[in-house]
């Protein structure tokens, strides 16, 4: 099935993109042909390693043959350009080989996140109409050939499931690729090229449509902005299906610069640090929290990073406190990332002074990337005050896959994304976020859309009602909180077994409340719906 960009997801019109056409920014090229191109330029370079459990690499013509065999073997099996794909890799050299088979076909990998569970990968596979899931056999203790039999079941259009590892039931990855044989048709670029998960605001992840031109130019900028080239080394720490270690610069940026990119299979420094020291490694990104665990350790280790050049630190706030530690711990520079994996992403530069590096999240990537600063009115307040951010431009996405009313909410009617941020506007153009107005938890990177949850612990038969905000976190910025009310007559309940029943709902661990309480009634607003303000209110008092 093809599908075009207007169809299931708006796009942009057809001046907007004829401008990011003429300016150079959309060059018409498509990953599968990237990567095909890089293969050819340099084959003997070396493309990926996957250090654990022993070390594996890929030259960068072996990734490109690999994904050509692999693409032959999807195909083969019934697999078709404009097929979903829903991908749940951890950090494996068979998640890269994956996505860039998929690309060649046109077929739409779908990136499900390690942690999610039955509740979430169920939604993926029959929201997008998924024909496929791919997954390791366990994982950080945890079966995932049962959750894809579950999901067999219960997703009738789901044909494969391909497991890395011992493939139990289904079918073992490594039994699919086989000789190209015909040469087949592979997408456009101004087509989609995978379906980005957003961090979610309602019910369920909305599903973000990203095509080959537009993402491109993301890591082109990216690349350019970071000083990303053949030599770097790129450590991809967090789940490399996140947007933030896949374009910013991400696996993404550095494979696309013709660098060397290292999969680091958890974050901690006992893991990463031998890594930087053996690989030598010259780039990352990190989420807050992380960077203050890595700050503090590399105070006391042994291993030697002096290979780092630039850490990337984004995702969520990162204090001005903080920020100022890690240059002089780590010993490399500093870079503040804002984005959003609907697209528009903001870094400091690297000719930037340290004051603007430590209290910024950065400009956007684009001179064509269109920034407004508005009050509640939807006017736009003047530089130096706080406002909601909506932003327009060459990779911020015009609609969500398949989801026109909500569309109409999320974007203004000429297409400026709003973002649910409140940020405000330096003199240099810089952003600084103050919060947030979206009902969204960012737990330290980790989105949380508390309807979810809320909806999750409605389900609980003692449950009458619920309302899961933020509580600030001095650790991870900010925690969950689930203000229960229980039935009248119920049980009294422990909080740990509003966790457990959150927990064996099938949903991912990091959306389970931290912290649980029990109340008699919610505060309300004039009209009369429960007022979330207040209650973050009493939570941050507590
Ligand atoms: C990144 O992408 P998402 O889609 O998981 O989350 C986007 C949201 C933003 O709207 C904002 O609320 C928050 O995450 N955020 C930050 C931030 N970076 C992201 N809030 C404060 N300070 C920051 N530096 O999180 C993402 C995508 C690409 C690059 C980097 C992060």
Redesign the pocket.
């Known amino acids: 099935m093809t599908l075009t960009p207007g169809v299931d997801a708006p796009t942009w019109p057809v001046e907007f993109a004829e401008r990011y056409r003429a300016a150079g920014h959309w060059r018409g090229e498509t990953f599968g042909g990237m990567l095909r191109e890089r293969a050819e330029a340099h084959p003997h370079h070396i493309a990926l390693v996957d250090p654990a459990p022993e070390r594996r690499t890929w030259t960068y013509r072996e990734l490109d043959e690999r994904a050509d065999r692999l693409a032959a073997g999807f195909l083969a099996r019934g697999i078709a350009k404009g097929d979903r794909v829903v991908v749940q890799l951890p950090n494996v050299g068979e998640f890269v080989e994956v996505v860039f088979a998929l690309f060649r076909i046109g077929a739409l990998p779908v990136y499900a996140l390690p942690a999610h569970r039955d509740t979430e990968i169920a939604h993926f596979c029959s929201f997008t109409e998924a024909v496929a899931y791919v997954v390791p056999d366990l994982h950080a203790g945890y079966d995932h050939r049962e959750l894809a039999s579950r999901m067999r079941h219960r997703v009738p259009g789901l044909r494969h499931v391909f497991v890395t590892g011992d493939p139990g039931e289904h079918t073992a990855l490594s039994d699919v690729p086989c000789e190209p044989s015909a040469p087949f048709d592979g997408p456009r670029p101004h087509e989609l090229a995978f379906l980005?998960?957003?961090?979610g605001t309602t019910g369920v992840s909305k599903l973000?449509p990203r095509t080959h031109d537009d993402y491109l130019y993301s890591l082109r900028g990216s690349n350019e902005i970071c000083g990303v080239n053949a030599g770097t080394r790129f450590l991809v720490v967090l789940p490399a299906a996140?947007?933030?270690p896949m374009?910013?610069p991400g696996w993404l940026g550095a494979l696309y610069a013709g660098g060397t990119v290292v999969l680091c299979p958890k974050p901690d420094p006992d893991t990463a640090f031998p890594l930087i020291a053996r690989e030598r490694i010259s780039m990352t990104?990190l989420?807050?929290p992380l960077a203050l665990v890595w700050t503090q350790a590399a105070t006391e280790t042994a291993h030697d990073l002096s290979s780092l050049e630039l850490a990337?630190?984004?995702?969520?706030?990162?204090s001005e406190q903080a920020a100022r530690r890690l240059e002089p711990a780590l010993g490399c520079k500093l870079m503040?990332?804002?984005?959003?994996?609907?697209g528009l992403?903001?870094y400091t530069r690297l000719d930037d002074d340290t004051e603007t590096v430590v209290t910024t999240?950065?400009r956007p990537i684009s001179p064509d990337d269109e920034i407004r600063v508005v009050d509640d009115a939807g006017r736009d307040v003047p530089d130096g005050e706080f406002g909601h951010?909506l932003t327009r431009g060459p990779y911020t996405i015009r609609g969500y896959w398949r989801a026109p009313e909500h569309n109409r909410r999320a974007f203004t009617e000429d297409g400026f994304y709003r973002?649910?941020?409140i940020v405000r506007r330096t003199p240099t153009g810089h952003l600084v976020?103050e919060g947030?107005a979206?009902d969204?938890i960012?737990r330290g990177?980790?989105?949380i859309a508390p309807e979810e949850v809320e909806n999750v612990i409605l389900a609980h038969p003692s449950v009458h009602d619920v309302s899961v905000v933020a509580v600030p976190d001095a650790y991870l910025g900010e925690r969950s909180l689930a203000y229960v009310i229980l039935r009248e007559g119920a049980e009294p309940l422990k909080p740990v077994a509003v966790k457990r029943f959150v927990r064996e709902r099938g949903i991912a661990a990091y959306k389970v409340p931290d912290l649980v309480e029990f109340v008699d009634e919610f505060p309300r607003t004039g009209v009369g719906k429960v007022s979330k303000k207040h209650l973050r209110f009493a939570a941050g008092q507590s």
């Open positions: 980005q998960l957003s961090g973000i996140h947007n933030f374009s910013s990104g989420v807050p990337l630190v984004g995702g969520a706030k990162y503040q990332v804002f984005g959003m994996a609907e992403v903001n999240q950065g951010l973002t649910g941020d976020v947030r979206k969204q960012n990177g980790e989105k």
